[in-house]
């Protein structure tokens, strides 16, 4: 019961309602019985204590197995993100064509209308990167839509998964580290431009891996 009360200790009302809906999800899906307390003590390092400090919105924007998933795997980091930085990272959308445009405007409406009527989403996006010179390049996505719906709704945080692919996690890179956007035939041009690299590392992702992370930002910093 030491251990138990220990592992719930500081955390919200709302964390532990959402640790017993994971648990109950997990036995109700996959027949896999797990308490709240087990279900909290498989999260990566303090990432569930501070996702509740720094974007505790996550916990219902997310569906209960995709986060619980997220904030279990020790194969990426966790960090908070600006959804307008994500769109500046991940490969580049043709907007430029009225009917993509038109078809990417109609999904990221049907997010937004999901997220207003309070139904959670399913995945967390992420980004894989790679090392490139003295860069990061980003290598792989999944969630621009879902990061424009959340921008255009005001979100000033979007949870993502940081994959690395052949490089160091976030905790092990210098906090000056730069990344570069993923490539592809829409790339106004190779970012050999300072301007289009992203911030370091330490300016712009509120990494929730590490107890330390959530100091990273100075107090009243954006993520810009």
């Known amino acids: 019961m030491a251990v138990a009360s220990k592992l719930l200790k500081g955390l919200s009302e709302e964390t532990i309602l959402w640790l017993r809906s994971v648990a109950r999800k997990l036995e109700e899906s996959y027949n896999i019985p797990k308490t709240p307390e087990e279900v909290a003590e498989e999260t990566v390092d303090d990432r569930l204590r501070n996702l509740q400090e720094a974007a505790p919105e996550m916990f219902r924007l997310y569906q209960d197995l995709p986060l619980q998933r997220s904030l279990s795997n020790r194969d990426v980091d966790l960090g908070l993100i600006d959804p307008e930085r994500f769109k500046t990272l991940a490969a580049p959308l043709p907007m430029q064509d009225p009917l993509v445009r038109k078809e990417i405007d109609s999904n990221i409406k049907q997010i937004q209308d999901l997220v207003e009527a309070g139904i959670p989403l399913s995945d967390i996006p992420f980004l894989r990167y790679s090392p490139e010179g003295k860069i990061q390049r980003i290598v792989g ?47 106004p041009t190779i970012d050999t431009d300072e301007k289009v690299l992203s911030p370091a590392l330490k300016d712009f992702i509120k990494i929730l891996t590490v107890p330390a992370a959530l100091s990273q930002i100075p107090e009243g910093a954006t993520y810009e």
């Open 141 to 187: 996505h999944e969630g621009r839509h879902r990061n424009r719906a959340l921008e255009g709704l005001g979100y000033q945080g979007s949870l993502v998964e940081f994959s690395p692919y052949g490089a160091l996690p976030l905790k092990s890179l210098p906090p000056e580290t730069r990344f570069g956007q993923q490539l592809n035939e829409y790339s």
